[in-house]
């Protein structure tokens, strides 16, 4: 939990220092290198593994993630972005990957990043945004966390499985184990 809010907290202090210094000016060259190099740490990685999968939630890649987007939300408009609606499935998203505990670094990130955005225009409509996703993060917690259970219990299963399965097939195999039909045979 710790390595993955320390990612959650580094993304958006990243974030929140290209928004307020003179990098700010530079946000959309910022984005192209962010995506750029997000899409050669994967080309990379897919080459390491030789697998099918392209994404497989790692740190760096949720970082990008989240610093990606974030980014792009900013350059269309903050909070009244026609984007924000992605955050919804990035606090999602960060539920089924993550330990559930650290949506609230999330929602701490965004609030502390967009709460400046927030300030400007229609103040109202822009804390509603933000409180929607204030008050996603406690469902999202949830799910995640019975998403969580249910792996767990899966591979308890999973596990107990086949330590029953080994020790079938050794009293199958034991040179004391008689079959049933054996037994018949002796009566």
Do not use: W
């Amino acid at each position: 939990t710790f390595k993955e809010s320390f990612v959650i907290s580094i993304s958006f202090l990243l974030i929140f220092l290209i928004l307020n210094t003179p990098f700010v000016a530079y946000v959309i060259p910022i984005l192209g290198l962010f995506i750029m190099f997000s899409a050669l740490y994967l080309i990379l990685k897919r080459r390491n593994r030789k697998s099918d999968d392209l994404f497989i939630g790692s740190y760096p890649e949720i970082g990008s993630i989240i610093i990606c987007l974030i980014l792009a939300i900013f350059i269309t408009g903050g909070v009244q972005s026609n984007l924000f609606f992605l955050l919804y499935f990035l606090l999602f998203g960060i539920a089924f990957l993550f330990e559930p505990f650290t949506i609230f670094v999330f929602v701490l990130g965004i609030g502390a990043v967009f709460l400046q955005n927030a300030l400007m225009n229609d103040v109202f409509n822009n804390f509603i945004k933000l409180g929607s996703i204030l008050l996603l993060s406690p469902i999202a917690f949830f799910v995640g966390k019975e998403l969580k259970n249910r792996e767990h219990e899966r591979k308890t299963i999973e596990e107990k499985t086949d330590i029953i399965l080994e020790d079938a097939q050794e009293l199958r195999t034991s040179p004391t184990h008689k079959t049933f039909e054996e037994d018949e045979d002796i009566d």
